[in-house]
Structure formats: C-alpha cells, structure tokens
C-alpha cells in the first residue's frame, strides 16, 4: 500500500448528484488535510483535521462537507456542486500540522461537475 | 500579508544544462520553505526544505535551493537537468510566528528538453 490513497481517481457528476471522496493514508499521521488544486493556481487548502478534530475550515462553501472517522481516513462529501467544483482535490497527511514537516499526498481525484 | 510568488509560468531547459526555478516569498516572521513536485496524473511529493541553518538546503533527486533572507528567495536549483525532470513545481512558505498554515506560489512548470 502506498502511504496516502485516494478514491476514486475519476469521478463525473451533475449539479444534483451526491458523491464522496476517500482517503485513506497508512503513515501513522496524526494530521490530514483536503486541498483543491486548479490549473495555473496555487492550492488551496480546505479543512485540515488534527487527532480527528477538524482544526481549520477555509471559509468552504456547505456543499463540501468533510468527515474524519478516525485519524486514517478522510471523506469529502459532496452535494449541489457547481461547475466551477471541477478541480482536482488531494488530501495529504503529516505527523503534526504545528511543526514544520512535509506533507505526504495522495495522488488525487479528479472531479468533473457538469 | 504573506505570499508566495513563482514568477515563471514555465521554464524549459535542455537535458545537460543547469536550472533554477525561482521563489520569491512575503511573510512577517521567520519563514519555513519547501519545494514539492508534481508529476503529470500524480500528487505532490516534497523535494527538500528549509527550516534553519546553512543556506543552501539539498533535497531529492539532486536537487537544491539557496535561501537569501535579504533577497527573501529559495531558487530551487539542480546542476544537470534530466528529461524526467519535466514536472510542476511548487514553492511554499509558512510563517512560524504568525500561523502554521502553508501558503502556496502557483508553480512553475518545467520542461527539460532532450
């Protein structure tokens, strides 16, 4: 297994549709993260989760709504997006979100919302 | 307010010939820098940071950076460029004094040229 997983890697919805995305890292991380990546822009990070506690919430719109069951495993779930949804979104794991570590991401999924 | 900026959309290259990949950075207090990479269909993987000490940092695959506090830079540099170096490039800081927060630049594509 690789240290962060993400399914699916490919995921096309309508603007009605529910669907959700799973991470899943086996580092032993303490911390995970949701970022929104889109083409020629920095990312951007979405909700960040220390010891299952949601520690942050970038001023995301209800739309995403994420679940941390366990410090393991991660969920974004999604409803009435928007086209401009479409991104790719990766989630990420360190030790500690208050020291300076790296993050270790997944290899993302790729969101289309037509 | 803090910033990242990448000022280069691209930068091509030919295999053989040295590279830099420029960043240049705005925070309040003292800065933590690192470099990730992104290849095509992947997520992000950490190449090397700075945290405190000697200025020029190495990293993964060859590669380093200088950080220049009165210039406030992290180049990421690597003397012989590789095609498997063709890749996104991101530069990101966080301000320890301030919040643990990661601010990203846009990246910078490169293109290594056989």
């Known amino acids: 297994e690789t240290g962060v997983t993400q399914t699916p890697r490919h995921l096309v919805m309508g603007m009605t549709n529910k669907k959700s995305l799973k991470c899943e890292q086996h580092?032993?991380?303490?911390?995970m993260y949701w970022y929104k990546q889109s083409a020629k822009k920095p990312l951007e990070l979405m909700f960040v989760?220390?010891?299952?506690?949601?520690?942050e919430n970038n001023s995301v719109p209800s739309r995403f709504s994420p679940e941390c069951p366990n410090s393991s495993h991660l969920f974004l779930h999604l409803h009435t997006l928007q086209p401009e949804d479409s991104a790719l979104y990766l989630c990420?794991?360190?030790?500690?979100?208050?020291?300076?570590?790296?993050?270790?991401f997944g290899e993302g999924s790729r969101l289309t919302v037509l | 307010a803090q910033s990242v900026a990448q000022p280069e959309d691209q930068v091509n290259v030919a295999e053989g010939n040295p590279l830099t990949v420029k960043c240049t950075y705005s925070v309040s207090g003292n800065p933590y820098l690192f470099w990730y990479v992104q290849y095509p269909n992947r997520g992000l993987q950490f190449l090397l940071k700075y945290i405190t000490g000697d200025n020029l940092v190495k990293g993964s695959y060859g590669f380093e950076a200088e950080f220049n506090k009165s210039q406030t830079s992290f180049h990421l540099k690597k003397p012989s460029a590789l095609v498997s170096d063709s890749a996104l490039y991101f530069c990101?800081?966080?301000?320890?004094?301030?919040?643990?927060?990661?601010?990203w630049g846009a990246g910078t594509k490169l293109i290594i040229k056989p």
């Open positions: 990420a794991s360190s030790q500690d979100p208050l020291v300076a570590g790296e993050l270790f």
């Open positions: 990101a800081v966080r301000d320890m004094d301030s919040n643990y927060q990661l601010i």
């Open positions: 989760y220390n010891f299952k506690e949601q520690t």
């Open positions: 580092l032993g991380h303490n911390a």
